[in-house]
């Protein structure tokens, strides 16, 4: 679909301006309805639909905002401009452009009955469509859903005719897939070796797995068991080790050869433990009596979880050894206990090997887990700050003294003992000068004393963060809270030089930036004025490319946004292409960042690759390609005017805007923060996900989301997967970020906090800063949010250097 239909980033920007029915703006000129020059925190202008009647657009037209549609998860708007436009268009290559997009809507939104029906109408009709591959792909993917197996791969195999040479390794493997569900291992398995001997990005490790399978499904056991030992000597992976130990021992058991299936679930209980593959193992040799070393077993029962049977076996094994064994039992003991709720055992365990294992490489991480135990667990804040006092005058010159001096402060000012805590935090400068913790330590020892109203203390400890900084953003932030203190004293004139220094420590940083802020007392996040994204892109870019010439050799032909022959015909950017034009956008991603990575010190090569993930409506790489050409030439931390402002156009691009603006608009935010938000949140990656689950354009978790969707009423039917439809990620997004920031009457630094680390978290925070937004990021207690914060501050001031109208 994406081939003939895809916004370039001149469509971008024109498709915000087209919001005639949600914004009042015209092509020539977009003024978002937004910030004012009064400060406010949100817009203050109405939104008003245009009166002018819309001519009725052409079938192509349709088409392009059909697919935008369906690129946005708009499922039944794409149905409903692709129905009209195969009810009216002449072009028959149009009318099968139609049908194959109703198809593939229907496809999206779980209509899978309907989009087979659809996909058939398709192939049927239009047999000579040049993507007439795609339908069949789509149909495959259907009757998988299905259950119609057979279907499926007759259809993959179609699709391989079509489009022969693309991606047919990872389609060959769809289709074995397909044939092993059909009960067909024999075809499944000539499918998997088409699948092996044809180009694809990385190893082929997974299909000789999968043929392993297919063998098995077929009662060949022994080459089934060549096949999987075959895996086990070539991976790397501890966990594919793992499985092929359990899937060795699964083929001996069917052959009846128990002791030979016995010893390799005992390899991968002695050697990978961390493996649930391990842990199927571990059941199978217990309920067969088999004698397993209670320190393996317990660590492999703590890994998948069991923390009682852990226990049990951690138990048995030291009443077997009772002297003869290292501090591994007693730590992962304690955490088995910990797990279970008995703290006070736990900390028992932790005692046992911090007075008997001295030498024991768990012995550091066993005084860390009781005290963190002692004061998340059991409120023991004034012992667990001693717990890491005590090692630190046990072994003060262990490596991790200093880090336990600093937490032993952090764990003080948890709980309110402020001076106790700023104590301890300026030991380091006597104790560890030297130490990468020290300059932190005596910063937030100078936040404390602010705390605590001993300004003479804080202007002391900031004027010495001012002497040891290391880094811009370190000395910014030393002379922003030096100034903050100077006005506590009632001196503004030093104030106010301290925040100038500031800004020249790090002009483009968040200090930097809001030290500026500072001096024009200005309010974080203050809006200057309308937005405007209408630009010359044609002279931006030709500026921009004049630079690239001057800058770095190219060698290329003309037009630089285009791909150069090797580019074009580079493996991974056929297969890239050919997945994102069938929605399978992690595999294109996989393709199209290996490229990136490889071309990542060739500017010109980069800079090509940029337009062509820009076309694609692939922002994120693009981002990170603009980034580093500004790299390259060291201009990447310079600020917007260092270079040809095209790069910052990319790097801060309104992606989405015509989802986004109105969004933003209706709950009263300035649409560039939610931009901003959204530029942290996934680079504008709508199927990003996050090690926490995390999903979409605003990276909600999926139980945010039902609640989000439970409150709204919609999407209807929702499910987790509704949350990489942009459409929903952006609506449910802002309605979150709505709910936070009334609930901290307005307070965007502590509603963005609860945004990233939850409002318990945020509630905190704002109860002991809840007047000072420079304080309130200063306490928040995790680094994560903190930077989160940061980086939203520093992409809005970007955002309003390139687009706001003052």
Not at 289 to 306: I, K, P, S, T
Not at 356 to 370: C, M, N, Q, S, V
Not at 543 to 562: Q, T
Not at 745 to 763: K, M, Q, S, T, V
């Amino acid at each position: 679909m994406g081939a003939m239909h895809q916004p370039r980033l001149r469509e971008v920007f024109i498709l915000l301006c087209l919001m005639s029915s949600v914004l009042a703006c015209n092509v020539t000129e977009f003024l978002a309805v937004g910030p004012t020059a009064t400060p406010s925190m949100t817009p203050t202008a109405t939104i008003t639909p245009t009166s002018t009647p819309s001519p009725t657009p052409i079938p192509s037209a349709r088409l392009d905002s059909a697919w935008w549609a369906l690129f946005k998860g708009d499922w039944d708007v794409a149905v409903a401009e692709y129905q009209i436009s195969l009810t009216n268009a002449s072009d028959p290559d149009e009318q099968a452009t139609a049908q194959l997009g109703i198809g593939v809507a229907m496809l999206k939104s779980y209509r899978f009955q309907d989009a087979v029906e659809a996909l058939t109408v398709y192939i049927e009709s239009y047999p000579v469509h040049d993507l007439l591959g795609q339908g069949y792909f789509h149909r495959a993917q259907a009757q998988e859903v299905l259950g119609n197996y057979q279907a499926a791969a007759n259809d993959y195999g179609q699709y391989l005719l079509q489009r022969s040479g693309l991606i047919d390794s990872f389609v060959y493997e769809r289709q074995g897939d397909a044939l092993r569900e059909a009960r067909n291992p024999v075809d499944a398995i000539v499918a998997y070796q088409n699948a092996m001997v044809s180009p694809r990005l990385g190893d082929d490790l997974e299909l000789e797995i999968k043929i392993g399978r297919a063998l098995v499904d077929m009662g060949d056991y022994n080459a089934a068991l060549v096949k999987y030992t075959d895996v086990f000597e070539r991976a790397t992976s501890d966990y594919t080790k793992a499985q092929m130990d359990y899937s060795r021992g699964r083929v001996h058991i069917a052959l009846g050869q128990f002791e030979e299936a016995y010893g390799y679930y005992l390899h991968a209980v002695e050697n990978y433990p961390l493996s649930h593959d391990t842990y199927l193992g571990l059941v199978e040799l217990v309920e067969a009596g088999v004698l397993v070393n209670e320190l393996d077993r317990g660590l492999v029962d703590y890994y998948a979880g069991q923390h009682g049977v852990a226990v049990a076996a951690f138990d048995r094994y030291l009443n077997a050894f009772p002297l003869d064994h290292d501090g591994t039992v007693h730590y992962y003991k304690g955490l088995s206990l910990r797990a279970l709720g008995t703290y006070a055992d736990a900390i028992d365990e932790w005692d046992i090997l911090i007075d008997t294992h001295p030498l024991d490489r768990f012995w550091d991480e066993a005084w860390e887990e009781k005290a963190f135990t002692q004061w998340a667990y059991l409120d023991q804040y004034n012992a667990a700050a001693q717990t890491l006092l005590d090692f630190v005058t046990t072994v003060p010159d262990h490596t991790r003294a200093a880090e336990f001096l600093y937490d032993a402060a952090r764990i003080k000012e948890r709980a309110d003992q402020l001076d106790d805590a700023a104590s301890i935090w300026q030991r380091l400068e006597v104790e560890y000068p030297n130490s990468e913790w020290t300059y932190r330590a005596l910063f937030l020892a100078g936040v404390t004393r602010y705390r605590i109203s001993d300004f003479l203390g804080s202007e002391d400890l900031f004027l010495k963060c001012v002497e040891i900084a290391g880094e811009p953003s370190d000395l910014a932030a030393a002379y922003l809270w030096l100034g903050k203190t100077y006005m506590e004293r009632g001196d503004p004139v030093s104030a106010q030089t301290a925040w100038q220094r500031a800004v020249e420590s790090h002009t483009h940083g968040y200090y930097g930036i809001r030290a500026g802020d500072l001096l024009l007392d200005r309010e974080p996040f203050q809006s200057a004025g309308a937005f405007n994204f209408r630009f010359d892109e044609e002279a931006e870019r030709f500026e921009a490319e004049e630079w690239l010439r001057a800058h770095f050799p190219i060698a290329g032909p003309d037009p630089l946004s285009s791909l150069d022959p090797v580019l074009a015909n580079d493996d991974r950017i056929v297969r890239g292409y050919e997945f994102w034009q069938l929605g399978l956008y992690d595999q294109a991603k996989a393709e199209y960042e290996s490229l990136r990575l490889d071309k990542q010190n060739d500017a010109e090569a980069t800079y090509r690759l940029m337009h062509h993930f820009l076309d694609l409506g692939f922002y994120q790489p693009a981002i990170y390609a603009a980034w580093r050409i500004l790299d390259l030439a060291d201009l990447a931390e310079m600020g917007i005017n260092a270079a040809p402002i095209y790069f910052s156009r990319i790097r801060f691009g309104p992606y989405f805007g015509d989802l986004i603006l109105p969004e933003a608009l209706r709950h009263d935010f300035d649409g560039l923060i939610i931009l901003s938000v959204i530029r942290q949140e996934s680079l504008f990656e709508g199927f990003a996900i996050s090690y926490a689950d995390a999903r979409g354009l605003m990276q909600i978790i999926p139980s945010t989301g039902q609640g989000l969707a439970d409150q709204l009423g919609w999407p209807p039917g929702y499910t987790e997967f509704d949350l990489y439809r942009p459409v929903v990620s952006v609506r449910l997004g802002i309605q979150y970020l709505s709910t936070q920031r009334e609930t901290f009457d307005g307070d965007l630094y502590a509603a963005l906090a609860a945004y990233n680390a939850g409002p318990g978290n945020a509630l905190i925070w704002k109860a002991i800063a809840p007047d000072d937004p420079d304080l309130f990021l200063e306490v928040i207690r995790l680094q994560q949010p903190q930077n989160y914060i940061r980086n939203i501050y520093w992409a809005f001031t970007n955002y309003q250097a390139l687009y706001i109208e003052p």
